[in-house]
């Protein structure tokens, strides 16, 4: 019996090795690792990603409240 690497294991292999990748050239250029804090504030910095945020929250709202079964 052979087993075979489907395309799907292909793509998330490539998706985790650039993260790995991406996280080691931040580290290397900067000295620190962008963390989850330094990204919430540059998240709610703008008014262009809180809108998004606001109109995310909207529609899940929209979709868990307002269907009618």
Same mark, same amino acid.
């Given at each position: 019996?052979?087993?075979t690497i489907e395309p799907g294991t292909v793509v998330w292999l490539a998706l985790a090795g650039s993260v790995v990748v991406c996280? !080691? @050239?931040?580290?290397?250029?900067? &000295? ?8 919430? #504030? ?8 809180? !809108? @998004?945020?606001?109109?995310?929250? &909207? ?8 269907? #009618?079964?």
């Amino acid at each position: 019996m052979m087993s075979t690497i489907e395309p799907g294991t292909v793509v998330w292999l490539a998706l985790a090795g650039s993260v790995v990748v991406c996280l !080691c @050239v931040l580290a290397r250029s900067s &000295g620190r690792v962008v963390g989850p804090r330094r990204l919430v #504030r540059w998240l709610f910095g703008s008014w262009l990603s809180r !809108c @998004v945020i606001l109109a995310a929250w &909207g529609a899940a709202g929209w979709h868990i409240f307002c269907q #009618r079964p």
